[in-house]
């Protein structure tokens, strides 16, 4: 069974998981490792509040560490709702704390959450979803701290129309120039199955654009369910080889102390 690196419980804000059984389920599917990307999103425009006490989360998850470590490698990360006024703030958090593994990602854009459909009010969905591209490129020239991008193209689940008018090659000019600086800056992206979840057919980012980072010489994937519930873990990872095998990729990573690791698919 392959990695799960994108996993939530309720330490985020949006999950009500307790991480014991995350953990539970991640052994009962026979994963290899886990690391749990519980969200902090600074600076949320909502009555949300994406952060929670570090401290606590540590000692948690150090303590089920300990216990489970005969049955399964458990890790700790963090996904970062990335804004570029953020920067400093992150890296102090960043720096206070040993994390395995830090996902930056893109929640919010210019006050808005995709999630919500005032982001699309008053224009097409082609300008949102481009400004939304816009805005990830943004972050990424704006930071430098953290290992992969989180499901590049997140907009597109919540979007009028979700994916049936979106496609890599709609917006090949700005993905691109995200996918580029990417690999310039030695950041990796993640296969994020939970596209297959939200009715969408692909996992996020589209099999296309994982295709497109290899092929500009992109090395760097992990694998992650997104899940914010048991049942979601591991989600439609039997699709996750294929994917891989297909865009260019024999392996996928794993982190431990900020550190990268391969993984052959066939190991």
């Known amino acids: 069974m392959l990695s799960d690196y994108h996993l939530h419980s309720d330490f985020s804000a949006d999950s009500q998981?307790?991480?014991e059984n995350q953990i539970l389920q991640g052994i009962k599917l026979g994963l290899k490792h886990m690391c749990f990307t519980d969200h902090v999103d600074y600076d949320y425009p909502l009555d949300e509040i994406f952060e929670f006490d570090m401290e606590?989360?540590?000692n948690t998850l150090n303590a089920l560490k300990e216990k489970y470590k005969d049955q399964i490698?458990?890790?700790?990360?963090?996904e970062l709702g990335l804004q570029p006024h953020l920067q400093e703030r992150y890296d102090r958090l960043l720096s206070s704390y040993p994390f395995d593994f830090v996902i930056g990602s893109s929640h919010v854009v210019k006050g808005f959450d995709p999630y919500y459909g005032e982001y699309y009010e008053g224009r097409t969905e082609y300008e949102a979803y481009h400004e939304y591209f816009e805005y990830v490129l943004e972050n990424i020239m704006a930071f430098d701290n953290f290992d992969v991008y989180g499901h590049i193209d997140y907009v597109v689940r919540y979007g009028p129309n979700k994916n049936a008018?979106?496609?890599?090659?709609?917006?090949?000019?700005?993905?691109?120039?995200?996918?580029?600086?990417l690999i310039e800056k030695g950041k990796g992206i993640e296969l994020n199955t939970a596209g297959f979840k939200y009715g969408l057919g692909h996992p996020n980012p589209t099999e296309k654009i994982i295709e497109k980072y290899r092929e500009l010489g992109g090395k760097i994937i992990t694998i992650g369910s997104d899940g914010h519930k048991t049942e979601h873990l591991g989600y439609d990872f039997e699709k996750v080889p294929n994917i891989?095998?297909?865009?260019?990729f024999n392996y996928y990573n794993v982190f431990k102390n900020r550190k990268i690791e391969t993984i052959l698919l066939d190991s």
């Open 17 to 19: 998981e307790k991480p």
């Open 56 to 58: 606590e989360y540590f």
């Open 73 to 78: 490698e458990v890790h700790i990360g963090v």
């Open 165 to 181: 008018d979106y496609s890599y090659e709609k917006y090949s000019d700005i993905i691109d120039r995200i996918l580029q600086k």
């Open 244 to 248: 891989l095998k297909t865009s260019g």
